[in-house]
């Protein structure tokens, strides 16, 4: 790579991700664009060995380099400070359990400037297969929660918010937008930032000539190599799920969104109580639905210094978005679709 500034700072935070490291590194040494990516491979504290792995394989790796963070500081601060040191004009961010085609960065860097859009993602195909996974978040429905795209449309198109596991976004309006929320810490960081930049006026397209693989919940969710064979969940991945969730609405909403928030409730609440009633554990009823809401709450300052800061850089109202974005149809039923071809989720105390 040159001196000048790299086209592309491609950011990847493991934890604890040591089988897919390898493959993750060396699709990204495959890429036609590699003198013009700087690879950014970052740590928050891995205990499995694989922080010392990062380590090794960013040693000769052309425009590479390792950052240990030596905490573990969830999926949004982790992001964000290696996105501080990141020289690019774009940031990719890459999750550990990935490969790329070769042209991948190649298509995704020229359909997202081809088309004057401030964020994109490749299409996301199954890690073992090119099964269809997904092209992010689609709209939001009747709850305020995400919905997705049941096969991949045939060119660009665009969407509310591209997947954590992919997500390109031009550095100055990363930063300009605040970056990802680091009170999440993780979930529903990708669909918050995403609703900010929709309402600061830019643009999020998928890219289904850009193609990446991905496994998904390789932590949460081991089982099964490059393929899920189960579904698997935990306490704290629902209680920051619907937390964030409610979160994302309230600072973004100005005032016909936020009609859907007493709605998310509402389904929180009755999933809570179903799974309540199919782990017969009380304690997940209450760590993931009851806290979530009651912290979301408690977090009042965080949201409503947000809702100030996002009214400075406002380009577009609720009606808007609705118009663009809102479908009935509940994005649970897509949940429900899993459930039925993999089983009950198995919920960890976690």
Same mark, same amino acid.
């Given at each position: 790579?040159?001196?000048?500034?790299?086209?592309?700072?491609?950011?990847?935070?493991?934890?604890?991700?040591?089988?897919?490291?390898?493959?993750?590194?060396?699709?990204?040494?495959?890429?036609? &664009?590699?003198?013009?990516?700087? &690879?950014?491979?970052?740590?928050?504290?891995?205990?499995?060995?694989?922080? /010392? !792995?990062?380590?090794?394989?960013?040693?000769?790796?052309? *425009?590479?380099?390792?950052?240990?963070? *030596?905490?573990?500081?969830?999926?949004?601060?982790?992001?964000?400070?290696?996105?501080?040191?990141?020289?690019?004009?774009?940031?990719?961010?890459?999750?550990? %359990?990935?490969?790329?085609?070769?042209?991948?960065?190649?298509?995704?860097?020229? *359909?997202?400037?081809?088309?004057?859009?401030?964020?994109?993602?490749? &299409? &996301? !195909?199954?890690?073992?297969? %090119?099964?269809?996974?997904?092209?992010? =978040?689609?709209?939001?429905?009747?709850?305020?929660?995400?919905?997705?795209?049941?096969?991949?449309?045939?060119?660009?198109?665009?969407?509310?918010?591209?997947? *954590?596991?992919?997500?390109?976004?031009?550095?100055?309006?990363?930063?300009?937008?605040?970056?990802?929320?680091?009170?999440?810490?993780?979930?529903?960081?990708?669909? $918050?930032?995403?609703?900010?930049?929709? !309402?600061?006026?830019?643009?999020?397209?998928?890219?289904?000539?850009?193609?990446?693989?991905?496994?998904?919940?390789?932590?949460?969710?081991?089982?099964?190599?490059?393929?899920?064979?189960?579904?698997?969940?935990?306490?704290?991945?629902?209680?920051?799920?619907?937390?964030?969730? +409610?979160?994302? +609405?309230?600072?973004?909403?100005?005032?016909? !969104?936020?009609?859907?928030?007493?709605? /998310? =409730?509402?389904?929180?609440?009755?999933?809570?109580?179903?799974?309540?009633?199919?782990?017969?554990?009380?304690?997940?009823?209450?760590?993931?639905?009851?806290?979530?809401?009651? $912290?979301?709450?408690?977090?009042?300052?965080?949201?409503?210094?947000?809702?100030?800061?996002?009214?400075?850089?406002?380009?577009?109202?609720? +009606?808007?978005?609705?118009?663009?974005?809102?479908?009935?149809?509940?994005?649970?039923?897509?949940?429900?679709?899993? =459930?039925?071809? +993999?089983?009950?989720?198995?919920?960890?105390?976690?």
């Amino acid at each position: 790579m040159s001196e000048s500034r790299p086209r592309i700072s491609v950011i990847v935070l493991n934890y604890n991700g040591a089988p897919w490291l390898d493959r993750c590194v060396a699709s990204l040494r495959e890429q036609t &664009v590699l003198g013009e990516c700087e &690879v950014i491979l970052a740590d928050n504290l891995s205990t499995d060995g694989s922080d /010392q !792995l990062c380590e090794r394989l960013m040693r000769d790796f052309p *425009g590479g380099r390792f950052l240990p963070h *030596g905490a573990n500081l969830g999926f949004c601060e982790g992001n964000n400070r290696a996105a501080r040191t990141a020289r690019g004009e774009w940031l990719f961010f890459l999750n550990n %359990d990935t490969w790329l085609e070769p042209d991948c960065l190649e298509k995704l860097l020229q *359909g997202a400037e081809t088309e004057a859009a401030a964020a994109a993602m490749p &299409v &996301v !195909l199954n890690y073992a297969d %090119d099964s269809f996974q997904s092209l992010g =978040v689609r709209g939001i429905d009747c709850f305020g929660w995400g919905t997705h795209f049941a096969q991949a449309p045939a060119g660009v198109t665009d969407i509310f918010a591209p997947n *954590g596991c992919a997500y390109l976004i031009r550095q100055e309006v990363f930063w300009r937008l605040g970056g990802f929320d680091a009170e999440f810490f993780m979930y529903a960081d990708e669909f $918050d930032l995403s609703f900010r930049l929709w !309402l600061a006026g830019y643009r999020a397209v998928g890219l289904p000539v850009a193609r990446l693989h991905h496994r998904g919940a390789a932590n949460v969710n081991p089982r099964g190599g490059g393929a899920t064979v189960e579904l698997r969940t935990s306490d704290s991945t629902r209680y920051y799920s619907n937390r964030n969730s +409610l979160i994302s +609405l309230l600072k973004g909403g100005k005032n016909l !969104l936020l009609l859907l928030v007493p709605m /998310q =409730v509402l389904l929180i609440l009755t999933e809570g109580l179903v799974g309540w009633a199919l782990t017969r554990r009380f304690a997940f009823f209450q760590r993931a639905y009851l806290r979530a809401i009651g $912290d979301c709450w408690k977090m009042r300052h965080h949201w409503l210094a947000e809702r100030r800061r996002i009214r400075g850089y406002r380009r577009r109202g609720d +009606l808007w978005m609705l118009r663009k974005f809102f479908t009935w149809s509940p994005q649970r039923w897509d949940e429900l679709q899993r =459930v039925r071809r +993999l089983g009950l989720p198995k919920v960890s105390a976690r």
